[in-house]
């Protein structure tokens, strides 16, 4: 047996299911010299399994991978507080017209008023209308039709 | 009994039942009105395609209020699955695809179409389910296999449609998800069924692994284990 740490990719698969199921952003389990990270960036990425060796010296932070250092970098400035800011309320599939070939409920500069429909979000053949929360004007839209979202997601700024 | 007065209005004909049912529920409906139509002449399925009515089928729309969080929503598609399937069974050996289409063999017998309203703040202002079954006649669908479940006389049909929903919900209310999700799943395929996922234009190919806790379908893929909460389910 050597130190450091035998790969086992279902264990990371299992806990990056587990991530997907229970809407967590990170899940670490450390034993001995061995530790396992799973993390995700709910506003953008999908689960983004991470795997890392055991720390020779002091640990160091732990580096997140690749693709949610980029996707994070797509959203730096958008501000998450943003009061204008409409999130997912559930993990499903976005839709931003109510029919395909249809025009879409908005686009960039629309004018909305409150309790007007944005975009559609599918979760288990339900489709549920997201409505602005504020009277306004569309300033960004976040996801692209078709596209899978995450709980918290970012979907639209209305300013 | 969920204590909802329910109330079936049969008309003859309408363009659809789903979109009076939506138009209802933004003027203040209370819970428990249910539409059906003789004869609808635009009626509405997943992605906007048209529902294939034939006089002598059922076309009902169904509007609830159920206290629940935005995420709970696709719960209330698997409830209605579980309504339909028990209201269905004493008339053949139907069977359930995920989330909610009624099937004798693999012929689509009944499908459901959900849609719900968000109250700012996340929390579900109201649910609609438009339900078509083929009671009578089994449509022509191109690339699809269809039947039917009678002759069965759509108004009784509703009605028992109507108290196996008044029940689940009930159940709903008082105990939570995990008895739908077990009768959901006494219903569905076998553990095991090789199912395929539609996502987009790709498919992702598994094994039937049940249902998780939230409702999603759980397949064993090549990869491992993964959950979806939507897409269409195909063959394999």
């Known amino acids: 047996m050597t130190s450091g740490i035998q790969f086992d990719p279902e264990a990371i698969r299992r806990l ?7 809407d967590l952003t990170e899940i670490e389990l450390s034993e001995k010299d061995a530790r396992i990270r799973v993390a995700r960036v709910v506003t953008v990425a999908p689960a983004a399994p991470a795997y890392y060796p055991a720390p020779q010296a002091p640990a160091p932070a732990p580096v997140p991978v690749a693709p949610v250092a980029a996707a994070a970098a797509a959203v730096d400035s958008l501000d998450p507080k943003h009061p204008g800011l409409v999130t997912s309320p559930m993990v499903g599939v976005a839709y931003l017209a109510p029919e395909p070939g249809a025009a879409p409920f908005v686009s960039l500069g629309s004018k909305v008023a409150v309790g007007q429909t944005l975009l559609l979000i599918e979760a288990m053949k339900t489709f549920n209308q997201i409505k602005a929360t504020r009277a306004g004007t569309v300033t960004r839209i976040l996801v692209e039709a078709g596209t899978p979202v995450e709980y918290g997601e970012p979907l639209v700024l209305v300013e | 009994m969920s204590g909802l007065a329910w109330r079936l209005s049969i008309e003859e004909s309408l363009p659809s039942t789903q979109t009076l049912v939506a138009q209802r529920a933004e003027a203040g409906e209370p819970a428990g009105l249910a539409i059906m139509a003789r004869r609808q002449t635009a009626g509405r399925g997943r992605a906007s395609r048209t529902w294939h009515d034939q006089p002598g089928n059922l076309a009902i729309s169904i509007l609830v209020r159920p206290e629940a969080e935005a995420r709970a929503t696709g719960q209330f598609a698997l409830l209605a699955a579980v309504a339909l399937h028990q ?41 609609i389910f438009g339900i078509g079954v083929n009671l009578a006649h089994a449509p022509p669908v191109e690339g699809r ?45 076998a553990p095991g069924t090789p199912l395929s996922v539609r996502q987009g234009d790709s498919f992702i190919r598994g094994r039937y692994e049940g249902l998780t806790e939230a409702g999603a379908l759980r397949l064993l893929t090549e990869d491992g284990p993964r959950s979806f909460h939507a897409g269409e389910l195909g063959e394999v």
């Open chain 1, 16 to 22: 990056a299911d587990i991530l997907r199921e229970t």
């Open chain 2, 87 to 127: 209201a269905a069974a004493p008339h053949a050996p139907v069977r359930l695809r995920w989330p909610n289409d009624l099937l004798l063999g693999e012929a689509k017998v009944a499908g459901i179409l959900t849609e719900a309203s968000l109250r700012p703040g996340g929390a579900l202002a109201h649910v």
């Open chain 2, 145 to 189: 296999a269809t039947a039917c479940l009678g002759p069965i006389p759509p108004e009784g049909f509703a009605w028992a449609l109507l108290e196996a929903l008044d029940k689940w919900l009930d159940r709903q209310a008082r105990e939570g998800f995990a008895p739908i999700r077990a009768a959901w799943m006494a219903a569905g395929p």
